[in-house]
């Protein structure tokens, strides 16, 4: 039986901000974990690693001077607990990225127990293991818990509320992994975009260079957000020690229209025409909020500076493209 919305809500909303309520206790001080934490080295381990996010978590740890033992899905499957469990034993990591994830919504309406299996059961699976070799985790989550029906923007303080089974069984994953482990740093963030991506948000060049009638989102609201610059985030959450729910992204809200037109501006592809639709005109059989941009508290207490604004990064990205 899935986890009901209405429970899944209220346990998230009594779990939400532990840290954020009590920055100031001696446990959770930022400055007390970090002498330990540099004095050792350091083993990151990394699932999902062939994905956008994993890739952009590899190379950005890598860079800082982690040990990163990365695996793409095909080498581990996170639904394996005994696989998972003797995966994490034999690497010990020092702190367990999870990547992992299924960014099918409509597939999940479809094949809810598959779903289920990768956003709830595997993560589960991995914070269990981590805890007995007492490992941190970072879990990464979605902004699909929202119902997308508040304005302006939604913050940990506010109750999830998920529409579809994508979003139920993400909100279900983040609450496995807070029981199964304490040290766990819960990462929700929004339209994900980067190179190798293959969302609509990192592929739209590609496909306007190969012809594709266009279509941009016009009445849907969110946040790009640019993984390097998410990857650079969590790492720097990770230095900090302190646990938690986070809800990481680019700064300045916006539609896929406005993205798409300033994607193909900035590329050179003035002349290519892209189609104003509203969501519901794509029939798509799971629903998505209306509007899921978020703040984090968190990082507001924490005075972590916001990440820059989604169009800096996107000039970026383009540059690569």
Not at 271 to 281: I, W
Request: charged share 25%.
């Amino acid at each position: 039986m899935f986890p009901l919305r209405n429970e899944l809500a209220r346990e998230a909303s009594e779990a939400a901000l532990i840290e954020a309520e009590n920055p100031s206790d001696p446990q959770i001080h930022p400055v007390a974990n970090s002498e330990p934490r540099l004095a050792l080295p350091r083993i990151a381990m990394i699932t999902g690693a062939g994905g956008l996010l994993g890739r952009a978590m590899h190379a950005r740890l890598e860079k800082s001077g982690w040990r990163v033992v990365s695996f793409t899905h095909p080498e581990l499957d996170i639904t394996n607990d005994v696989d998972v469990q003797a995966t994490i034993e034999r690497i010990r990591p020092d702190v367990l990225i999870n990547c992992v994830a299924t960014a099918d919504v409509d597939r999940c309406e479809i094949e809810p127990d598959w779903a289920y299996r990768v956003n709830e059961k595997g993560p589960e699976s991995l914070a269990r293991a981590c805890r007995l070799v007492e490992a941190e985790i970072v879990h990464v989550s979605t902004d699909y818990v929202f119902d997308g029906t508040k304005p302006g923007f939604y913050t940990q303080e506010d109750e999830p509320s998920p529409q579809s089974i994508y979003g139920t069984s993400k909100l279900a994953g983040e609450l496995a992994v807070r029981k199964q482990n304490d040290r766990s740093y819960i990462v929700r963030t929004s339209w994900l975009f980067g190179a190798g991506g293959k969302n609509f948000g990192s592929r739209v060049i590609e496909y306007a260079r190969n012809g594709a009638a266009l279509k941009g989102v016009m009445d849907q609201t969110s946040i790009p957000t640019y993984a390097p610059d998410l990857a650079g985030r969590i790492e720097e959450i990770i230095d900090l020690g302190i646990h938690g729910l986070y809800q990481v992204t680019s700064t300045g809200p916006t539609n896929w229209l406005e993205f798409a037109r300033l994607a193909l501006d900035l590329a050179g592809l003035q002349d290519v025409k892209l189609e104003p639709v509203t969501r519901a005109s794509l029939n798509q059989r799971a629903p998505r909020p209306q509007n899921s941009a978020m703040r984090c508290l968190l990082s507001e207490k924490l005075q972590l500076p916001p990440l820059r604004h989604w169009k800096d990064a996107l000039k970026e990205f383009v540059g690569q493209c």
